[in-house]
């Protein structure tokens, strides 16, 4: 077993990473992740209308604001363990795989984590927290602004964005010629840190972390802030953004990745044994209570 490091981020081999099937995924690969519409199907079609409203409402405007507002850090305090059981009462709006409380899922990744790497009690935590986030639809927040891939703001949007033919219409940044070119805002190869995401959870919990000084390593922050943005490490969008050691931190989100996607399932853990080992953690990492 290939033991995760805390200080070295390159030790991965590409081999693994991009194995073709995680063995414990409960079904095959073709069927997560299929955002195929179909309007007799509830679920498809809540996706598909959250995917709408993202992609129509989401330009640069909306994301200055939203981080102008939530990046204070003065809406209230609760410990990590607080935010996390506030997802047991959150279904995510735009997850076709599961229809469940997404603490189910928070435990469900950090245990099939837990089970390939004992010794890295970092990357367990990470598991668990990764959507912790998605408690922004709490605070009047619409979930088409918390939950879903994320893409980039403030240029072309990108090919292989979910539903991207279709929902990006009535999006006022498509008819900006600031905004709706190839590079837009941005320098060729400026790199991940320096452009801009849809807001969401990923970026919201990435900044709260850094806030409130997480003992987290810099791998499990990026796993944490990119591992929604699908069309760039999943899909190979927007590499003339990119940096060349961003393809190391693509490297941390594909490890990641594939504990995200592949443990959903409808067999829940048994949440209130595990509570006491992931506390431990919490406070190893990020104690006490968080300026959120």
């Known amino acids: ?32 992740r299929n955002y195929n519409i179909d309007e007799n199907d509830p679920i498809q079609e809540r996706v598909r209308k959250t995917y709408n409203e993202m992609h129509t409402n989401q ?39 599961v229809d469940i409380p997404n603490i189910v899922h928070a435990f469900q990744t950090a245990e099939r984590i837990r089970e390939d790497y004992p010794n890295d009690d970092w990357f367990q935590l990470t598991g668990l927290i990764h959507d912790a986030g998605k408690v922004l639809a709490f605070y009047d927040e619409p979930q088409w602004c918390v939950v879903g891939d994320t893409f980039v703001v403030g240029c072309e949007w990108g090919e292989n964005i979910v539903y991207r033919d279709t929902s990006f219409n009535d999006n006022i940044d498509g008819k900006n010629p600031k905004y709706n070119t190839k590079y837009g805002i941005y320098q060729p190869n400026c790199g ?31 796993m944490i802030r990119y591992h929604s943005f699908y069309p760039w490490h999943s899909g190979g969008d927007y590499t003339h953004l990119l940096k060349e050691e961003d393809e190391i931190t693509k490297q941390w989100v594909l490890k990641f990745n594939q504990y995200d996607l592949y443990t959903k399932s409808t067999v829940v853990p048994d949440i209130e044994k595990l509570w006491p080992y992931y506390e431990s953690l919490i406070e190893k990492y990020i104690p006490g209570e968080l300026e959120w």
């Open 192 to 222: 991940l840190d320096k452009i801009t995401m849809s807001w969401g959870h990923d970026e919201y919990l990435y900044r709260v972390l850094k806030h409130n000084n997480t003992k987290l390593p810099e791998q499990a922050l990026k």
């Open 1 to 32: 077993m290939r033991i995760l490091s805390e200080k070295i981020v390159n030790i991965i081999d590409p081999s693994e990473l991009h194995r073709p099937e995680p063995k414990f995924a409960d079904k095959n690969l073709e069927e997560f």
């Open 59 to 97: 330009t640069v405007d909306f994301v200055k604001d939203k981080m102008d507002k939530w990046l204070k850090f003065n809406h209230y305090k609760a410990t990590m363990k607080d935010a996390l059981i506030k997802l047991n009462d959150l279904v995510d709006e735009s997850d076709p795989d």
